[in-house]
């Protein structure tokens, strides 16, 4: 099959960014009137409009989030303490009128709901009378549910990478509750679903891989199998699929975007990876001996600890980067539209 990806990559001198002194915005959701809006280690969201202007929308100003050095980074965002609003979603489509954000918070462990300006409640910490665990990423379905990951139950959860624990698990909120559809996943991280709904997609992050299990109509998941290459050359991270079926792919810490084809192949996209910290990681995981040191000096440059990436724009052809480290969003186009997203439609 042609993919117009085959003999394309990103060109550096191309993307440009939106966005200031932004904390932590590692999911972004694009609306198509052109508004941007991005996770924020304040506890909240930045919502970033199209004449350049942005708002940061957060529950609480608590002077004591804002992270900038070196030492910041270590202690709260690797250790994860205090608010970290991870993966959003949408809970509506947008006929409905402005949607409020379904937050997976990262810091606290629990799944969030927060409006636009800012009014905040907590729907769930526990399942099944258990602590959720670090909450990753929540989606919604075409029927209204909200599909969500949770990457491991280890603390500090960092001690995951090394021991490759399959405490990650898929919940499902519905009707019905809450409750654990899929478990037994290495560093459960994004989810996404085929245009169709018929298979869901989920990065296992510590175990280089992507897996995908059917749908079934009352939410159950099966035949699960390994999607694309068994090992992908370094930690995935977020995905997205294009309107031809590749599967682009942030692989983070290394920051190197590849996209996987229908075929299974794999292609690098831009690699913004620094030679001498990506060996020293990945030896360091190939000897299960990763550090949180270790992880603090492993960034690239363009969007440090590139952690997803959505398509946007009227055409669905610009490509946003969010990241762990990066202080705004770098954006650039692509030669081929992303799936037409479930909160895009009317």
């Known amino acids: 099959m042609y993919t117009p990806l085959k003999d394309w990559q990103v060109d550096r001198s191309t993307i440009q960014t939106i966005g200031r002194d932004l904390q932590r915005p590692e999911c972004i959701l694009a609306e198509p009137n052109g508004t941007i809006w991005t996770a924020d280690a304040r506890g909240g969201v930045v919502e970033l409009r199209p004449d350049g202007s942005q708002r940061v929308v957060t529950p609480f100003a608590d002077a004591t989030n804002k992270t900038t050095t070196q030492?910041?980074?270590?202690?709260?965002?690797?250790?994860?303490?205090?608010?970290?609003?991870?993966?959003?979603?949408?809970?509506?489509?947008?006929?409905?009128?402005?949607?409020?954000?379904?937050?997976?918070?990262?810091?606290?462990?629990?799944?969030?709901?927060?409006?636009?300006?800012?009014?905040?409640?907590?729907?769930?910490?526990?399942?099944?009378?258990?602590?959720?665990?670090?909450?990753?990423?929540?989606?919604?379905?075409?029927?209204?549910?909200?599909?969500?990951?949770?990457?491991t139950r280890t603390e500090p959860w960092s001690d995951q990478i090394n021991t490759r624990a399959t405490d990650g698990y898929i919940g499902l909120i519905d009707e019905r509750g809450i409750r654990i559809v899929a478990e037994g996943f290495c560093g459960t991280n994004e989810i996404r679903f085929d245009p169709a709904e018929e298979w869901l997609y989920v990065v296992e992050s510590t175990a280089w891989r992507i897996s995908r299990l059917r749908v079934?109509?009352?939410?159950?998941?099966?035949?699960?199998?390994?999607?694309?290459?068994?090992?992908?050359?370094?930690?995935?991270?977020?995905?997205?699929?294009?309107?031809?079926?590749?599967?682009?792919?942030?692989?983070?810490f290394?920051?190197?975007?590849?996209?996987?084809?229908?075929?299974?192949?794999?292609?690098?996209?831009?690699?913004?990876?620094?030679?001498?910290?990506?060996?020293?990681?990945?030896?360091?995981?190939?000897?299960?001996?990763?550090?949180?040191?270790?992880?603090?000096?492993?960034?690239g440059t363009i969007a440090p600890w590139m952690a997803s990436l959505t398509f946007g724009g009227p055409d669905l052809q610009t490509v946003y980067l969010g990241s762990l480290r990066g202080t705004t969003i770098p954006f650039f186009r692509s030669p081929v539209a992303g799936q037409n997203m479930i909160h895009w439609k009317s």
């Open 216 to 252: 079934q109509p009352d939410g159950t998941l099966t035949d699960r199998e390994v999607y694309g290459p068994a090992r992908l050359p370094g930690f995935p991270d977020g995905f997205a699929f294009d309107v031809v079926g590749n599967l682009w792919v942030t692989l983070i």
């Open 71 to 151: 030492e910041g980074y270590e202690n709260r965002f690797i250790q994860a303490q205090g608010s970290l609003p991870n993966g959003l979603c949408f809970s509506s489509n947008r006929d409905a009128g402005p949607s409020d954000f379904i937050i997976c918070n990262w810091g606290t462990n629990a799944i969030e709901t927060m409006t636009r300006d800012g009014q905040l409640r907590t729907l769930y910490t526990e399942i099944d009378g258990q602590p959720l665990g670090k909450t990753n990423f929540p989606l919604r379905d075409s029927k209204g549910r909200i599909w969500f990951t949770v990457t």
């Open 254 to 299: 290394t920051d190197v975007l590849i996209a996987i084809t229908p075929e299974g192949d794999v292609l690098t996209l831009l690699d913004d990876s620094n030679p001498t910290t990506k060996k020293a990681l990945f030896d360091a995981y190939d000897n299960r001996a990763v550090t949180p040191d270790l992880l603090g000096q492993t960034m």
